[in-house]
């Protein structure tokens, strides 16, 4: 650990804020590349709302599906922020510093594409109006007598959605602050009137920092909670529908949980390597951030993958007919079992076999394509846990019906990968996505101990 | 006497330590002068004085407000809207408690942070005295003191090691 050198802090607001003062030249390029297939997407979701749900591949019995699957998928994505900020946080790993902004913001914009697919899953997106303009930021329809079903998991599922994100966010902002300080002491105009209001007034005394120390430890322990509540509750969406039996699984929410920290993780180490690369940011992102991150994502996939054999396991055991008849779908059936096996390929035994070695581990190539494998993987997962259990026959089905996406569920699908990727690089462009004080504090507590006749870096750690 | 601020600038973390050791010795209230930095020192790095806060009372007091928020709007609107599923009774606690949890901890975290910018003393719509190369790396030390006692505050800066010293204009 600790390959770097540490850098003066004139020198980290140059490279760390290089993204925000100085645009690079394929920057608007790669956004109206990006925008152009969100619009697409925005364009399809148009054309299901003007057609009709019969646009998408959706019918009986398998009313979820493309939707669904990248609403659950983006969750899961979403939960890399907390489980890298927070707990690293909380057990002081040094490696974070660099990791933890891109992360949380990542939740902030996956979270927000999830809850656009329920939205446009409904097929009637404008009945949300009823929801904002009856009592703002309150789901109550109290003008109308209508009242939300609490026993719904799909009502448990908002809320902790909603608490998630509102959490995420405030984390995010709270954590800008001492860069927003430096922000506005390097900008002129328009910006530094912005940065200026943004900043509060913040000087950097020891009772501020004192109290944004403290801020990231208290909130990592408020978060952690939600963090696994949510995708607890996620899974119960499924766990909890009475009709659909295949998914009455009482491991459901530890192996989303386990499986979307898996994602997230994965998805996090991707970003982390294409901003290195594209911001230049080398000294900062180092090969041993990308070494621990691949080393946590073996014990991470581990855990995944044996939640996911139980999973299978308690399946067989139970010996349900609905049971047998979901897992026949997913084992014998093509092209099911062809998915089947580039799922757990992909997401267990291709990139731990890759991140077993340390030059693997430190090689950007293998490890972005470890990371990308793994989250097509996570992908499939829930699309074979949703789709097979909803096309297999059940009573009083009068259709008898598989699922094929259709294109304009294609394009959404495919526009949320755009909406993530844009707003990320939107918000480079205007925020610092690596913490400048993190990383300068990270400087400040390096130093060197002597142990007989070698040095050793060492780093001075408050309790 | 008006009181007046004055910002020594060292570019060295020692030789601003030494410089809060001098203003101690020559009887400037702890709570007159300051310590501005780009980035976390480890606590007491200048001597500086230890810092109190309540920050731990907002999330309590979030959470309490959530929770009776929580258990009003589920109770509630179950009572509200009387509909009996399976037999089941219609003030269903399980899903009570997951709702309620999840109103609970947004506002223990919603509170944590007014707590933490208001603890902060934040927003400050003057900022006073300050100094641009402090976020560059210079450790700022943030004087206020009577009129008179300036130029030694001044004298005490520059012995200890100051860079630059800026004043208000």
Not at chain 1, 125 to 151: C, H, K
Not at chain 1, 194 to 214: C, D, E, F, H, S
Not at chain 2, 102 to 116: P, Q, Y
Request: net charge neutral.
């Amino acid at each position: 650990m600790q390959e770097g050198r540490v850098l003066p802090a004139r020198q980290i607001n140059r490279d760390l804020l290089g993204s925000i003062l100085y645009s690079p030249r394929w920057f608007w390029g790669a956004v109206a590349v990006l925008g152009l297939i969100v619009m697409g997407g925005f364009a399809a979701a148009g054309l299901m709302i003007n057609q009709g749900m019969g646009v998408t591949g959706l019918n009986r019995p398998v009313m979820w599906g493309f939707f669904i699957v990248n609403f659950v998928f983006w969750i899961g994505i979403s939960h890399a922020g907390v489980m890298l900020s927070a707990i690293l946080r909380l057990s002081k790993a040094e490696w974070r510093r660099p990791a933890t902004r891109a992360a949380e913001v990542l939740t902030v914009f996956s979270l927000m594409t999830a809850m656009l697919m329920p939205l446009i899953h409904t097929g009637r997106p404008w009945r949300l109006v009823y929801w904002i303009y009856t009592i703002p930021f309150i789901p109550y329809d109290f003008a109308r007598g209508i009242w939300p079903n609490i026993r719904s998991p799909l009502v448990w599922d908002p809320s902790a959605v909603y608490t998630y994100l509102t959490s995420s966010i405030l984390f995010v902002l709270v954590a800008l602050i001492p860069d927003l300080a430096v922000l506005r002491d390097r900008t002129t105009g328009l910006p530094h009137k912005i940065y200026t209001v943004l900043a509060m007034g913040w000087q950097g005394n020891p009772r501020q920092w004192k109290l944004q120390i403290i801020a990231g430890v208290l909130l990592s322990a408020l978060i952690l909670p939600v963090f696994v509540s949510v995708h607890s509750i996620v899974s119960w969406d499924f766990g909890m529908a009475i009709a659909v039996k295949p998914w009455h699984s009482t491991i459901f929410a530890p192996y989303f949980v386990v499986g979307a920290v898996h994602s997230g993780v994965s998805a996090v180490a991707f970003v982390m390597i294409i901003l290195r690369w594209i911001y230049g940011w080398q000294d900062y992102i180092r090969h041993e951030h990308i070494d621990a991150l691949g080393r946590l994502l073996i014990v991470v996939a581990t855990g995944w993958f044996y939640f996911f054999v139980m999973e299978v396991i308690f399946g067989f055991y139970g010996r349900e007919a609905d049971e047998i008849a979901f897992r026949d779908f997913q084992i014998n059936q093509p092209p099911w079992n062809l998915w089947f096996i580039f799922f757990v390929g992909l997401t267990y035994f291709l990139p731990v076999a890759m991140w077993l070695a340390s030059s693997w581990r430190r090689n950007l190539w293998l490890m972005s394509i470890a990371c990308i494998s793994v989250n097509i993987g996570m992908w499939l997962e829930r699309f074979l846990i949703i789709i097979p259990a909803l096309a297999e026959k059940q009573l009083f089905t009068f259709t008898w019906y598989t699922y094929a996406p259709s294109a304009v569920e294609i394009t959404i699908v495919a526009a949320t990968f755009a909406l993530v990727s844009m707003l990320m690089l939107l918000f480079a462009r205007v925020l610092p996505l690596i913490p400048l004080y993190d990383v300068k504090e990270g400087d400040i507590l390096k130093t060197e101990i002597q142990i007989g006749r070698r040095t050793v870096p060492a780093t001075f750690r408050e309790d | 006497m008006a009181v007046r601020p004055i910002l020594g600038l060292f570019e060295d973390a020692n030789y601003a330590a030494e410089a809060g050791d001098a203003l101690k010795e020559a009887n400037i209230p702890e709570e007159d002068y300051d310590f501005l930095t780009d980035a976390p020192y480890p606590e007491g790095a200048f001597g500086e004085r230890e810092e109190r806060h309540r920050l731990y009372v907002f999330p309590l007091v979030g959470a309490l407000i959530g929770l009776t928020i929580g258990i009003l709007m589920t109770s509630m609107t179950q009572m509200a809207y009387p509909m009996v599923q399976g037999g089941k009774p219609i003030m269903s606690l399980p899903p009570m408690a997951v709702v309620t949890y999840e109103s609970t901890m947004l506002t223990a975290i919603v509170f944590t942070i007014i707590g933490i910018v208001f603890e902060s003393r934040l927003p400050k719509t003057k900022q006073g005295l300050y100094d641009t190369r402090i976020t560059e790396g210079y450790i700022g030390v943030l004087v206020n003191v009577e009129e008179d006692e300036l130029q030694r505050v001044y004298n005490i800066l520059t012995q200890a090691g100051a860079v630059d010293i800026v004043r208000d204009q």
